[in-house]
C-alpha cells in the first residue's frame, strides 16, 4: 500500500522557519524524484521544490530560491522541505508528491498534504 504522510506544518510569524516532512512507503522510495507542491485558496497547485535521484539534483520555484531546501534521505524513506524567512505568500496547503517514468509509465502518488499558514 502506498502511503505519503507529510507532517510540520503549522502556524508561523513571517520571517519564522518551518520543516515539511514527507514520509513514505509502499514503493521504493530512492527510485523516484521528490517533489513539494503547493496550493493556496482558490488557486491552482504549483511546484515549489524538487529533487531527482541521481546525484539528488534539486529545482526550486523562483519564489522560494534562497528560502527553501529540500533534501532526501533515502535510508529513512524521507524528504524534507526546509522553510526560512517564510511570508504570508507561503500560506498554502503543502504537498508531498513522488513521481517516477518507468518505460512508457509515468507512477505519481500524492500526500494528503499539510497547512502552512504566515501570519503575524
Known amino acids: 500500500q502506498v502511503q505519503l504522510v507529510e507532517s510540520g506544518g503549522g502556524l508561523v510569524q513571517p520571517g519564522g522557519s518551518l520543516r515539511l516532512s514527507c514520509v513514505v512507503s509502499g514503493f521504493t522510495f530512492s527510485s523516484y524524484a521528490m517533489s513539494w507542491y503547493r496550493q493556496a485558496p482558490g488557486k491552482e497547485r504549483k511546484l515549489v521544490a524538487s529533487?531527482?535521484?541521481?546525484?539528488?539534483?534539486?529545482n526550486y520555484a523562483e519564489s522560494v530560491k534562497g528560502r527553501f531546501i529540500i533534501s532526501r534521505d533515502n535510508a529513512k524513506n524521507t524528504v524534507y522541505l526546509q522553510m526560512n524567512s517564510l511570508k504570508p505568500e507561503d500560506t498554502a496547503v503543502y504537498y508531498c508528491?513522488?513521481?517516477?517514468?518507468?518505460?512508457?509509465?509515468?507512477?505519481?502518488?500524492w500526500g494528503q498534504g499539510t497547512q502552512v499558514t504566515v501570519s503575524s
Open positions: 508528491n513522488a513521481e517516477r517514468l518507468y518505460g512508457p509509465t509515468r507512477y505519481t502518488y
Open positions: 529533487i531527482i535521484t541521481d546525484n539528488d539534483s534539486t
